[in-house]
């Protein structure tokens, strides 16, 4: 076995941080996680690929890699650096999913989601869609191997759990303005349910930041006949409504400008028109009367 472990490798890490005023925090004395999966800080995932095992080493970690701006209240504030003692205990291969059991990769796939949903909520949204996305793939359902005790209930758990995945990923990804990839997750969730609220307002959302405003509207209008309560869809549903109105009105003033062009510069074209008959008139009949004043000219010339 390699002493050092690679990433989507098992890995058994023991832990102890301290901030610089030597206040323990974020200790931990067995944690097992696949290594790039998002599951830790990014200092620790980083440091635990340099590692040997059974090598103990220190590590200061600063805020950029560890807990940012925000810290982690109450126990590490904002800007902090940490300084950890590691210890890494197990390198494993990584986890089959294919051989993992029902139950297992329901637990394993709502542990991810929580994740996502904590980076979420710190507003580390490309982190909070990595978990989403490694939530999934551990809930990939094409392959699953389930006991006979597991049957029925426990597959609709699983089904129930990647729609609630989507749907974070949607929201998460709407945070970015991926929206392209947003409305794939929410149509992900709708192809099993149409009627779910949350992915039909998440879509309204989408369809409404890429100009798709007659469709928007249409999709959260269906959501608010399901949920008529939500004070969220009925302020989406109004702000595109209105947006819709002013994108009418805008068409319409613009159509009756051009009309106004186009009536200026057939005016213009008859005026043209018409001027040149008049010259041509013109020319005629002062071609006419040179002719008569030649006659005459040469009548007096004669005379002489």
């Known amino acids: 076995m390699e002493t050092r472990p690679e990433r989507g490798s098992l890995v058994k ?7 610089d005023d030597g206040t323990e925090v974020d200790t931990c004395e067995c944690k097992e996680f696949v290594l790039g999966d998002g599951d830790m800080i990014h200092g620790l995932e980083m440091a635990v690929t340099l590692m040997e095992l059974e090598e103990t080493c220190e590590l200061k970690i600063n805020a ?3 807990y940012g701006e925000r810290g982690r209240l109450p126990d590490i504030p904002s800007n902090a650096t940490v300084t950890y003692q590691l210890s890494l205990l197990g390198i494993y291969d990584a986890p089959d999913l294919d051989s993992l059991l029902l139950s297992d ?7 991810k989601r929580e994740r996502g949903n904590y ?6 949204y490309s982190d909070a869609i ?3 996305s490694k939530a999934l793939k551990v809930l990939d359902d094409s392959n699953i191997r389930h006991s006979k005790e597991e049957s029925t209930t426990s597959l609709q758990e ?3 759990l990647r729609l609630k995945c989507f749907n974070n990923l949607a929201a998460a990804q709407l945070k970015i303005d991926a929206h392209t990839a947003a409305l794939q997750s929410c149509d992900n969730v709708l192809k099993v349910q149409p009627d779910n609220v949350k992915a039909l307002f998440r879509k309204g959302k989408v369809l409404g930041a890429t100009g798709e405003t007659q469709e ?3 999709v959260l209008r269906k959501a608010l006949k399901l949920e008529p309560e939500m004070k969220i869809i009925h302020q989406e549903l109004s702000r595109l409504v209105g947006k819709h109105q002013r994108e009418e009105e805008s068409s319409k003033e613009m159509y009756r400008r051009m009309m106004g062009e186009m009536t200026t510069l057939t005016d213009k074209s008859t005026n043209s028109k018409n001027t040149s008959m008049w010259t ?3 020319i005629s009949v002062g071609a006419i009367s040179a002719a008569a004043l030649s006659v005459v000219a040469y009548k007096v010339f004669h005379l002489a």
Not at 13 to 19: A, E, F, R
Not at 105 to 111: E, F, L, V, W
Not at 119 to 124: A, C, K, M, Q
Request: glycine share 6%; hydrophobic share 40%.
């Open 13 to 19: 890490l023991s832990y102890s941080g301290k901030l």
């Open 64 to 66: 950029r890699f560890a």
């Open 105 to 111: 990769r329901i637990a394993m796939g709502d542990s």
């Open 119 to 124: 980076l979420y909520s710190r507003e580390e």
């Open 130 to 132: 990595n978990s989403y």
């Open 158 to 160: 699983l089904q129930d």
């Open 216 to 218: 928007a509207i249409l």
């Open 280 to 282: 041509k008139v013109a």
